[in-house]
């Protein structure tokens, strides 16, 4: 059974760090590009980073800069470091696996997604 499990969300000041985890089980993780997505109330569901089986990476122009992608292979890991926070990263944040060698920006190639976790940066 394929497992996208998601942990490290939580509330937050304006300026603060929160780092998530994407944990994988069930498909061979050096098969797949692993990103994170988030979706905030009312807003369509956006691309924040992704990380390929090769170490690419992708980041959203809006993390830029405060936002680092990592993998640890032997885990079957990746993290999101996120630093200095807004109160607009305010969202729930989902990982997804898709399988492929590049990576990918957007929903539709993903092909399984996690249940979630909420991040709220107050200000």
């Known amino acids: 059974e394929v497992q996208l499990v998601e942990s490290g969300g939580g509330l937050v000041q304006a300026g603060g760090s929160l780092r998530l985890s994407c944990a994988a089980s069930g498909f061979t993780f050096d098969d797949y590009a692993i990103g994170w997505f988030r979706q905030a109330p009312g807003k369509e569901r956006e691309g924040v980073s992704c990380?390929?089986?090769?170490?690419?990476?992708y980041y959203g122009d809006s993390v830029k800069g405060r936002f680092t992608i990592s993998s640890d292979n032997a885990k079957n890991t990746v993290y999101l470091q996120m630093n200095s926070l807004k109160p607009e990263d305010t969202a729930v944040y989902y990982c997804a696996a898709a399988y492929t060698v590049f990576v990918p920006t957007t929903t539709r190639n993903y092909n399984y997604w996690g249940q979630g976790t909420q991040v709220t940066v107050s200000s």
């Open positions: 990380i390929s089986s090769d170490g690419s990476t």
